[in-house]
């Protein structure tokens, strides 16, 4: 029996969340990491150099026949050029959330785009304990789902000088929960409404974005779903779902750093909830990739393109209805 | 100190919760029942209580204090005719479905004994988490998500005289949200719909809400409603501060855990109110005894009857209209 064949792939942008993906990727049993392309040429030495790959170009990657895909993790203003790049070049693509931070823009794509072999990393989509969540909802034990409260609170607020180019929390942060609310309620929301504050940090309030809000959608028959997102918790990394039903409710709750529990004259306490994403998502990012391997040999993503467009336009209408004081309808 | 004693307004589901209460009472001696239905006897007999016509307890001036427990469209007038009388009044909630009518009778009882039935102020697990809050344990309150999911639809009946859902059921979110937050609502939005069962709809009414409530200083609070609930009475509290989260979560009926192949499960929450807010409403006639002896000044008074429900009117209004409403005190 021959080995099975691995995919070479190159990895666009060293930076954090390209660590995490190169990683999993040189990991990989169907996969190989074939190249590194970063503009920063010490980011790209280092990890190349990590997991014995080549610093390569996006222009060489793509023209090379013997690469099978590619990984987006470059800044986000690159994203859609890339996705659009390497589709020319027939390449199966996994890239990294938003598609782009412009509706109008990522939507003009959508002759090229549809019809891609691109996986869009909305990394909730196959965290272990969401998936058990929504399986148990799929299995029809609890009837029918009738409203979702969401909450997705970051530990502390990112610097000033990501705020500045990050689109703002509802394209950055909450886009996230928009896709798992499509995802878990099989239902386009046809209303959204949303609070947004600065209490967080000042400086975020200075650069025009919100650090808190909360957000509400409505889809055509009538259920409903409430975001909560915080850029600042004060106990952790704080990613919980619960999903109501007919008959009954399923909680997906927050991770623990350890499952030790201790209990004194004061009361009980446990441990804190697993720190920021790379920890808690851990398993997501390897099941992301598990899924590109499946791309890569010819099966459809389970979330491309149009979900990207889709979470996208759902936060344009929030920061919409923040700035209104009134609900958007879609 | 000696007994006060009280009268019973209404012997239907509440007034049987706080009559109980008050029959057994070190500090009150429940002497009489108003209530016109047949079935108040079996109650005044069980309770050691006489049934009487409600003149004659307004004109007895032995009996110092009331349990308003009758229908809601009876609240105001029983509470108005029992300050007249110079009783201490208990009322349940809420004071009225009118707003105007409740501002219009507000003066009469500024400073009054009067407290107001927000059972959830006095819950022994909601008063630790706003003591906790209190404490600066997790910092400065941001925002506040407070879970209010009854466990069964009342009967049809009921809908019509309710006042709706967010006047009848909201009413206690939006009381529990003013109290914790200490600070008014600017701006109101609901969302709702008809999800649990088409006959409230067919009414004019909805079973299913979120409502977002922001202030002044931009601080949030999501109130989640629906009423019906599979799993029991769904009722807790996150309060999110600047430096940490404190929650007060569901009771469940008894603390036994079992561990087996297919995983582990514990007992259900609590069934409905009677069984989840017991230690509130005995907790409440407590503080209602120190009220009618002169010893406390009300912690749930009309004003903020009249202000949760102007807050109920406004979810009304924001829900039928599809639109965020300004808050100033009136819902515009």
Redesign the interface.
């Known amino acids: 029996m021959s080995a099975q064949r691995r995919y070479n792939v190159v990895l666009l942008g060293a930076g954090r969340i390209g660590r995490i993906h190169a990683a999993n990727a040189a990991r990989h049993a169907r996969i190989a990491l074939a190249g590194v392309v970063d503009p920063i040429a010490a980011s790209a030495r280092s990890l190349a150099d990590e997991w014995q790959a080549p610093v390569t170009s996006l222009e060489a990657a793509l023209a090379d026949p013997a690469i099978d895909g590619v990984i987006i993790a470059s800044s986000t203003d690159t994203h859609l050029e890339y996705c659009l790049r390497a589709t020319a070049a027939g390449k199966a693509i996994f890239c990294e959330k938003p598609i782009d931070q412009d509706l109008a823009r990522a939507r003009s794509a959508a002759t090229a785009l549809s019809g891609a072999r691109l996986l869009l990393a909305f990394n909730r989509r196959f965290d272990p304990n969401f998936r058990a969540l929504k399986a148990r909802l799929d299995s029809g034990a609890?009837?029918t789902l009738?409203?979702l409260?969401i909450t997705s609170?970051d530990p502390s607020p990112p610097p000033p000088s990501y705020v500045a180019v990050s689109g703002g929390l509802f394209k950055d942060m909450a886009i996230h929960d928009f896709d798992t609310a499509r995802w878990l309620l099989g239902e386009e929301p046809v209303?959204v409404?949303a609070?947004g504050?600065?209490?967080?940090d000042p400086q975020i309030g200075k650069l025009g974005d919100v650090d808190?809000a909360?957000t509400?959608l409505?889809t055509a028959s009538?259920?409903?779903c409430?975001i909560?997102n915080?850029r600042?918790?004060?106990?952790g990394y704080?990613q919980r779902i619960e999903a109501?039903?007919?008959?009954?409710?399923a909680r997906a709750d927050n991770v623990v750093a350890s499952t030790v529990q201790v209990w004194g004259e004061a009361g009980a306490a446990a441990d804190r909830f697993q720190n920021f994403f790379l920890d808690r998502y851990a398993a997501a990012y390897r099941h992301e990739m598990d899924h590109f391997a499946d791309v890569l040999a010819g099966a459809p993503a389970s979330v491309g393109y149009a979900d990207g467009v889709a979470a996208l336009a759902l936060a344009e209408a929030a920061a919409e209805s923040v700035r209104s004081?009134?609900?958007v309808?879609l | 100190m000696d007994r006060i004693d009280v009268a019973l307004i209404g012997a239907g589901r509440m007034g049987q919760v706080h009559g109980r209460n008050a029959a057994r009472h070190p500090g009150l001696r429940l002497r009489a029942i108003v209530d016109p239905r047949p079935a108040a006897s079996g109650i005044a007999e069980e309770l050691g209580a006489e049934i009487a016509a409600l003149d004659a307890v307004l004109a007895d001036r032995s009996i110092a204090a009331v349990l308003i427990c009758s229908t809601t469209d009876l609240h105001l007038t029983h509470a108005l005719a029992a300050r007249e009388a110079g009783k201490a009044i208990f009322c349940e909630k809420p004071v009225d479905l009118d707003l105007g009518k409740a501002r219009a009778a507000a003066p009469r009882f500024e400073g009054a004994p009067f407290v107001l039935g927000f059972n959830r102020r006095f819950d022994p697990h909601y008063v630790a988490l706003k003591a906790s809050v209190a404490s600066g344990a997790v910092g400065a309150i941001e925002s506040l998500h407070l879970v209010n999911h009854d466990p069964a639809a009342p009967p049809p009946g009921f809908i019509p005289t309710s006042g709706g859902l967010f006047r009848d059921f909201t009413i206690h979110d939006l009381d529990l949200a003013r109290w914790l937050l200490e600070e008014e609502p600017a701006t109101i939005y609901a969302a709702a719909s008809c999800l649990v069962d088409p006959e409230i709809g067919r009414q004019g009414d909805v079973d299913t809400a979120r409502v977002v409530l922001t202030t002044a200083s931009g601080r949030m609070c999501v109130i989640s409603n629906t009423r019906r609930s599979a799993y029991g009475y769904d009722q807790r509290i996150e309060a999110y501060g600047s430096k940490g989260l404190a929650v007060a979560g569901n009771v469940e009926q008894d603390t036994v855990r079992t561990l087996t192949e297919s995983g582990s499960a514990g007992a259900p929450i609590e069934p409905g109110f009677a069984a989840r807010y017991v230690a509130a409403y005995r907790a409440q006639l407590d503080h209602f005894v120190e009220v009618a002896q002169g010893r406390a000044a009300s912690l749930s008074t009309f004003a903020d009857g009249v202000a949760a429900l102007a807050l109920a009117e406004a979810c009304d209004l924001s829900a039928r209209e599809g639109r965020a409403i300004r808050f100033q005190g009136n819902p515009t």
């Not at chain 1, 600042?232 to 106990?235: D, L, N, P, T, Y």
């Open positions: 609890l009837g009738e409203s409260q609170n209303q409404y609070v504050s600065c209490l967080v808190t909360r509400v409505k009538g259920r409903l409430v909560s915080s600042r918790s004060g106990f704080d109501y039903a007919s008959q009954g409710m004081g009134q609900p309808i």
